[in-house]
C-alpha cells in the first residue's frame, strides 16, 4: 500500500489500521474517554503511527505486530504492551510466537523483563481466548 498524500487520508486509513490492530472495543474506548486535550494526542498516533509507519509496504502487520510486543517489554511499558499483545493476536501472531519473542527479550533485555512479560502476555492470551469463546 502506498501512503497517501494528504494528512486526512493518511488519518483515515491509519484509523481502519488501528481499529484492525488493536480492535474496535479498545479504539471505542479510547474515543469515549478522551477530551479535547487527550485527542491532541490521538490525533498525532493516527496520523503518524498508523497513519503512516503502518501503512507503509516494508512489513507485514504481523512482524510490525512482533517487533512491538518485544520492544514495549525491554522498555518496561507495560500497558502499551498489553495492548500490542492483543493487537498481535489479532494480526495472527500465535501464542507460542510470543513466548518466543519474550524468551528472545529475555537474552537481550533481561530475565525480569520476559518475567513481568509473560505473566502479562499470559493474561492478555487467556482473556483474548475466553472472548472468541464466548
Known amino acids: 500500500m502506498s501512503l497517501p498524500d494528504s494528512i486526512a487520508e493518511r488519518a483515515q486509513q491509519g484509523a481502519k489500521v488501528r481499529r484492525e490492530v488493536?480492535?474496535?472495543a479498545y479504539v471505542d474506548a479510547?474515543?469515549?474517554?478522551?477530551?479535547p486535550f487527550t485527542a491532541h494526542f490521538i490525533a498525532f498516533t493516527q496520523e503518524q503511527c498508523w497513519g503512516n509507519v503502518w501503512l507503509r509496504d516494508g512489513l507485514a502487520h504481523k512482524?510490525?505486530?512482533?517487533l512491538n510486543v518485544c520492544m514495549l517489554?525491554?522498555?518496561?511499558?507495560?500497558h502499551e504492551f498489553e495492548v500490542h499483545v492483543r493487537g498481535a493476536l489479532n494480526n495472527g501472531v500465535t501464542s507460542e510466537e510470543i513466548a518466543e519473542i519474550?524468551?528472545?527479550t529475555a537474552v537481550y533485555a533481561g530475565i525480569p523483563i520476559a518475567s513481568e512479560g509473560f505473566r502479562r502476555a499470559d493474561a492478555v492470551i487467556k482473556a483474548v481466548a475466553a472472548e472468541r469463546q464466548g
Do not use: F, I
Open 30 to 35: 479510547g474515543k469515549r474517554e478522551a477530551n
Open 63 to 66: 512482524t510490525r505486530s512482533m
Open 22 to 24: 488493536l480492535g474496535a
Open 102 to 104: 519474550l524468551l528472545h
Open 73 to 78: 517489554a525491554a522498555l518496561a511499558r507495560w
